[in-house]
């Protein structure tokens, strides 16, 4: 069974991610870390539940790595694109107990698992050979947490929780027997829709709020 790790707000750069989520949730989220060996960064937010907001943009005084970056952000055109066109809540990740295996069967929608960091790995995530996002964003990216989950201790807790998360797809049932197939614990509700768009309902202390 795949469980939702967290949601990727996935940005152009991190002030603007920071400055959308402070207009759609009221909240203003703390620098999370830099990954060295993506050439990306990211803060964070936990969600309740074991689950955590993201928001990753490429890390302009990063090192580039020697393979494609996870969720695109090679592609900074299409970054900026996906954002101009109010596609920010981008995507989400999966926490898988056995990658390897699932990837055996289903490693042409997700890619590689790539162990990280490359030097002293802690986990596995699956990217495809050219960093592209699954589906474009409508699978979800898998880690592995290798029996070492994510410590929400590290990730503040400003009081926000997920309620519920929505993707409209213009093939929703194929999307949505994609899910039942991985045996996916809160997968996205999926509707119709012209093209890969999320929301997510989260419940703030100053009441609820809609993230796109």
Partial sequence: MLKLDHLTVIAPTLAEGVGHIRDCLGLEVPFGTRHHYMGTHNHRLQLGDGIYLEIVALDPDGTPPNRARWFGLDDQEQVRRDWDDGRRLRGWVAAAQ??????ATHGSVFGDEVSLPFVRPEFGFSIPDDGTLPMDGAAPSLIDHRNEPTSMA??????ARLVSLTLEHPEPDAVSALYRELSIDRAPAVDLGLRVRYRALIKTPSGLKQLT
């Fill in 98 to 103: 056995s990658l390897q295996t699932l990837l």
């Fill in 154 to 159: 590290e990730i503040p807790d400003l009081g």
